[in-house]
């Protein structure tokens, strides 16, 4: 069906419509409390909370002991200039971690096999745009040099999280943020994977990540 | 009066089999965590009041937003496409699903494909689809139908799932939760990676950037919306706000009701196909807009409904659906909810019993997080009901011959003495499933107790006379 009439059908539906406190106005912008707090400990908490595990060494430590952990060789990443820690890249590869490609093949065809490539993908590392304090959330942002699939296919994902990124709740990041539109895909990531639909038993990991660190910056 | 399936026939059937227990069990472990998180965030009540705003000025100028909606879409670099109903929806998926033969399609939890009935319709076409969704995934497995809103396999048992695996993905016997799931993670994870088309639903589309947000706790829909070539979100009409604050204020209180968090684990916000440069994610995505009955329901006294966020909250706390569990309501959307919504969007015929189905007891109004008040728009339903096609045609007739009987002593006593030989002929305490003749429409919905073993005037000569 066009546009037109589809619209011209719901038009004639709400002059029908017979809604609670017509005509309904818009509740207007939050108006979001900015006193100062220092939100680390707040972001920290809730994280903890959720099962996630903060560190406060350097990346390079964090990525290179969860990599030995469990015996992997290989790793997925967003390319250097996006991740917030100077030379990190350059440094695991002297320590001989490779990092696998994360971007498609020119070629559509060639998508599924490449992808297929990240069956057993153990460690990915991304990098925060923001974090919310209140529910212990990292703000996963697609675009140049920012693989989506780095954060959520591999067992274990590694978030660089800048300390002055983050804010009380999405809501207050969201009232500031500028054209979150633009960028084709922003995940809220609040703790591991997980899934109560068998018996409503909590387990983790069911398909992404079951483990996730963040290394404060 | 002809009615397809009753509510009744279906709950009895349900209530014979273990299912509802497990219903039960869920469904307060679900309340539990919910009284949490509200305790939790202060500010809640005034999210909600902000939440209920949004939800009834979108509805009030649904059309001016869905066409600003589009307009932002198409910005982005994506398509939109409009269903009238379920089967032009099906024709416009298939369309682009069909641009390959034999596609493989995954899919992320979603109850409006499920009102479409588009697993089928793409299947009939020699697609393969796969539900991701753990708890979907296993309802496919097990040929069956989601049984709640949030958790649409409340109904099996773990030993039920185990045995299932067992059975379908021929790996040895377990009903340990976390073995169960690695085996469903590295067997979807194959579709994941390799499928040409990935189906989300969208529990909330923004106007202003022309994003659609699912949320998930276990990843499937950002794998869904993040790995295929080409991504349709199929949506139905009504589920828009005005702008991206907006869409904050409703995926906090989704989260908060529906599970009791603060936020879900994924809250996936997808604006259009990948961008130049972008290393991954989909060349094509494409917006699905459903109306298929929304309109008519907007038109309607129970307009109110479609201010719904889906959290699922009022199926927990309604003691109806914790007693006969959500397959009794023969309808995609169960509980209060589905009772109000199902006789809108379906045939109204095949759900007019719906409404019925409550006790009018206001636990879904008090829990509902942009406070529909549910029980005013039952009794909507019902007077509807009614005025088309009466269930209640037996309480005329049956009054009438109630009034004959109780106007006369001599029958009335022998009536009573009937009664009574017919309870003690049954056994002891019986209630009566099923009343003869004119009465027959009291039991249709409810059990008749058994008749006392004396009548209050004998009692009354034995015990009190005289005193
Ligand atoms: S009616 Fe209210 S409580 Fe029920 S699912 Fe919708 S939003 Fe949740």
């Not at chain 2, 009465?439 to 249709?444: M, P, Q, S, V």
């Amino acid at each position: 069906m066009e546009r037109k009439r589809f619209l011209r059908t719901v038009e004639a539906a709400v002059g029908a419509a017979t809604l609670p406190g017509l005509p309904a106005p818009h509740p207007g912008d939050a108006v979001p409390d900015l006193a100062e707090v220092d939100l680390t400990p707040h972001f920290i908490e809730a994280f903890e909370l959720l099962d996630g595990v903060v560190h406060h060494r350097s990346p390079l430590e964090v990525i290179s002991q969860v990599m030995d952990e469990r015996g992997a060789e290989e790793f997925l990443a967003w390319d250097q200039e996006h991740l917030p820690a100077d030379g990190l890249l350059a440094a695991l590869a002297e320590r001989g971690y490779r990092r696998a490609s994360s971007c498609l093949p020119s070629d559509p065809e060639g998508r599924v096999p490449h992808q297929m490539g990240y069956m057993d993908a153990v460690v990915g590392v991304s990098a925060a745009l923001a974090a919310f304090a209140e529910s212990g959330s990292v703000v996963v942002a697609s675009g140049r040099g920012r693989s989506r699939l780095a954060s959520v296919i591999p067992a274990v994902h590694v978030v660089l999280v800048p300390t002055d990124r983050i804010f009380r709740s999405l809501s207050h990041w969201a009232a500031q943020a500028d054209s979150p539109g633009s960028l084709a895909n922003l995940v809220f990531v609040t703790g591991p994977s997980r899934t109560g639909d068998i018996e409503l038993t909590l387990t983790k990991g069911v398909h992404g990540p079951g483990e996730i660190h963040a290394v404060m910056l | 009066m002809s009615q397809p399936v009753t509510f009744r026939r279906r709950a009895v059937g349900e209530m014979d089999t273990p299912k509802p227990a497990a219903v039960g069990r869920a469904a307060r472990r679900f309340m539990g965590k919910r009284q949490w998180a509200v305790d939790d965030f202060t500010p809640m009540e005034e999210t909600r009041d902000r939440a209920r705003m949004i939800r009834l000025h979108t509805l009030a100028n649904l059309h001016t937003y869905l066409d600003q909606f589009a307009d932002s879409v198409e910005r982005n670099g994506g398509q939109v496409l409009w269903a009238a109903d379920a089967a032009e929806a099906n024709r416009l998926i298939s369309e682009v699903v069909g641009r390959k033969e034999g596609s493989l399609v995954i899919k992320s939890k979603s109850m409006v494909t499920e009102e479409l009935d588009l697993n089928a319709h793409l299947q009939a076409e020699g697609h393969t689809v796969v539900e991701t969704d753990l708890g979907e995934f296993i309802v496919q497995l097990a040929e069956d139908h989601p049984s709640h809103i949030i958790a649409p396999v409340m109904h099996l048992t773990r030993q039920d799932i185990g045995e299932l695996f067992h059975r379908r993905l021929e790996i040895p016997y377990t009903d340990d939760p976390e073995e169960l799931n690695a085996v469903a993670r590295r067997h979807l994870r194959r579709f994941f990676l390799s499928a040409d088309v990935g189906i989300s639903g969208v529990n909330t589309g923004v106007a202003e950037t022309g994003s659609i947000i699912t949320v998930t706790n276990e990843g499937n829909g950002w794998l869904t919306t993040a790995a295929p070539r080409t991504h349709i979100a199929v949506m139905g009409m009504e589920r828009l706000v005005p702008t991206f604050a907006d869409a904050a204020t409703i995926v906090e209180v989704l989260a908060r009701s529906a599970t009791g968090q603060r936020l879900s684990v994924y809250t996936n916000v997808v604006s259009g196909p990948r961008r130049p440069g972008d290393p991954d994610g989909p060349d094509e995505f494409v917006v699905v807009i459903v109306d298929n009955g929304r309109s008519r329901v907007l038109s309607t006294d129970a307009s109110e409904i479609l201010a719904c966020i889906r959290c699922g909250a009022c199926l927990n706390v309604c003691p109806v659906f914790r007693e006969v569990g959500g397959h009794a309501y023969g309808q995609v959307y169960s509980g209060p909810v589905g009772s109000v919504l199902a006789p809108g969007l379906a045939d109204f015929a095949e759900a007019v019993d719906l409404p019925f189905a409550s006790s009018l007891c206001g636990a879904c109004r008090e829990v509902c997080p942009v406070r529909i008040d549910i029980p005013k728009l039952l009794v909507h339903q019902r007077v509807r009901a009614t005025r088309e096609n009466d269930p209640f045609k037996w309480l005329g007739p049956g009054l009438a011959l109630y009034g004959q009987a109780a106007k006369r002593p001599r029958l009335w006593k022998s009536l009573l003495a009937a009664g009574r030989m017919a309870g003690r002929l049954k056994g002891k305490d019986e209630w009566f499933h099923r009343l003869p003749f004119h009465a027959k429409g009291w039991t249709r919905s409810r059990d008749f107790p058994p008749p006392a073993r004396e009548s209050f005037r004998q009692w009354w000569k034995e015990n009190r006379s005289g005193t």
